[in-house]
């Protein structure tokens, strides 16, 4: 099970990669271990996010704390860890420095359903504005946390996008359907702003048609990018 999860982290990764998420070394995922809810699966520091493999992932507690494995830790382990503490149903989180969402977190405008993407956040998108520093803290970590409360994302001012999932698919596509969402409120932004939008009942309808769909789009995405995955239903 364990070699499964993390074949999905490294999958994950690489996904996140090839749709312009990476930023050098930085930015992570995780995942919870389904058999111990105490202890997380974690992305290490000093490597890309195309450059995770079974050798270097590491274990982590809620705590904070490296339990297993040789490469660094992040120092925005607390994003995960605390996000992973206060939801219990939360299982992944992704943390990245999408360029569109760092850009569409500076306008303090709301994110708008233009797009199908931008209707699966359409019960809110919260901004955590504490800080635009990095999460080095426990602290700061309870905050993005409180921030998000039971919503699917948040966004860190100036800083990136952090996504709570059931599963590491879902957290992933989340992350994509984000950065697309801003990219695309970014466009129409630059011509003086949408002028129709999706209503808020159909943008509730298709939140509900396009998570469930996740699991699946993950797969093609490993077909895709990785050259395996299989087709779920």
């Known amino acids: ?9 490294i999958n994950a990764g690489k996904i996140l990669y090839s749709e312009q998420q990476g930023d050098d070394i930085f930015g992570h995922v995780t995942v919870r271990l389904p058999d111990d809810a105490g202890h997380f699966l974690m992305k290490p520091h000093t490597f890309g996010l195309e450059e995770i493999t079974m050798e270097n992932i590491i274990t982590v507690n809620l705590d ?3 339990t297993a494995g040789s490469a660094p830790r992040h120092l925005e382990v607390f994003i995960h860890s ?20 760092v850009a569409f977190s ?5 994110l708008q359903p233009v797009g199908h993407e931008g209707s699966v956040f359409c019960d809110g998108l919260p901004v955590f504005d504490e800080t635009t520093d990095l999460i080095v803290t426990q602290e700061r970590g309870k905050s993005v946390a409180k921030a998000l ?3 699917h994302a948040v966004l860190l001012q ?11 698919q879902e ?4 992350a994509i359907h984000l950065e697309r969402a801003c990219k695309s409120q970014l466009m129409v932004e630059s011509c003086g702003g949408a002028t129709r939008l999706s209503t808020p009942d159909d943008a509730k309808t298709k939140q509900g048609r396009i998570i469930p769909q996740y699991a699946s789009v993950f797969a093609y995405l ?4 990785c050259g395996c995955g299989q087709v779920h239903d």
């Open 171 to 174: 957290a992933t596509m989340l």
């Open 1 to 9: 099970m364990t070699d499964k999860l993390k074949t999905t982290l």
């Open 158 to 168: 100036n800083h990136g996008l952090v996504t709570a999932g059931r599963t590491i």
């Open 149 to 151: 409360g039971k919503h």
């Open 82 to 101: 605390e996000i992973l503490r206060a939801r219990s149903d939360v299982q992944a989180v992704v943390h990245t420095h999408a360029p569109h969402a």
């Open 222 to 225: 490993e077909r895709k990018v």
């Open 64 to 66: 904070g704390e490296k």
């Open 106 to 110: 500076s306008l303090g405008k709301p």
